[in-house]
T-cell receptor
Framework: EPEVTQTPSHQVTQMGQEVILRCVPISNHLYFYWYRQILGQKVEFLVSFYNNEISEKSEIFDDQFSVERPDGSNFTLKIRSTKLEDSAMYFC????????????FGPGTRLTVL | GQQLNQSPQSMFIQEGEDVSMNCTSSSIFNTWLWYKQEPGEGPVLLIALYKAGELTSNGRLTAQFGITRKDSFLNISASIPSDVGIYFCAGPFSGTYKYIFGTGTRLKVLA
């Protein structure tokens, strides 16, 4: 069964450093998403991406964040200068269509900012 | 702001019991989805609802799309230990590509 994959599973970085989180969405899906989940809290929407551009972003997704689909398979989230409060689980998801979409989530990357 | 409130926040039940939880919003949703999340993992889709009044089952799980389009319900019958996890409702906020998750219901099943 096709699935969303994410790498790395755990990333530790120093405050102020740049990180890139990687995702491989399900191959025939067209819509891609990033979410954040701070430990013990709900899943928060960051950004949706379609046709090589951002469709929607939340207030969390400020200028420190960017997304890219550098090739036909990868979807990345970059945080330019990490802050302590960026420590969280980051989930990538993809869906075949919108709005009757069913989003499928990856296993997440745990980001720890020291 | 846009928020999906879930209740109860947490529940402890005995194995074999039925469980009910709900999700409410002050805004209309056109799609309701229910996810389950286990520790250290990503959310897994359980049931998707697309029409007001719709009732859909997936094994022991049954979910309903409220007729006001502002709420949804999830029932689990004859709970088992592996039902443990956090259950989230979610949906695309009307007119946007923004997806909102509920506050979650944490379920613990006592054997």
């Amino acid at each position: 069964e096709p699935e969303v994959t994410q790498t790395p599973s755990h990333q530790v970085t120093q405050m102020g450093q740049e990180v890139i989180l990687r995702c491989v969405p399900i191959s025939n899906h067209l819509y891609f998403y990033w979410y954040r989940q701070i430990l013990g809290q709900k899943v928060e929407f960051l950004v949706s991406f379609y046709n090589n551009e951002i469709s929607e972003k939340s207030e969390i997704f400020d200028d420190q964040f960017s997304v890219e689909r550098p090739d036909g398979s990868n979807f990345t989230l970059k945080i330019r200068s990490t802050k302590l409060e960026d420590s969280a689980m980051y989930f990538c998801a993809s869906s075949a269509s919108w709005p009757d979409n069913e989003q499928f989530f990856g296993p997440g990357t745990r980001l720890t900012v020291l | 702001g846009q928020q999906l409130n879930q209740s109860p926040q947490s529940m402890f039940i005995q194995e074999g019991e039925d469980v009910s939880m709900n999700c409410t919003s002050s805004s209309i949703f056109n799609t309701w989805l229910w996810y389950k999340q286990e520790p250290g993992e990503g959310p897994v889709l359980l049931i998707a609802l697309y029409k007001a009044g719709e009732l859909t089952s997936n094994g022991r799980l049954t979910a309903q799309f409220g007729i006001t389009r502002k709420d949804s319900f999830l029932n689990i019958s004859a709970s088992i230990p592996s039902d443990v996890g956090i259950y989230f409702c979610a949906g695309p906020f009307s007119g946007t590509y923004k997806y909102i998750f509920g506050t979650g219901t944490r379920l613990k099943v006592l054997a």
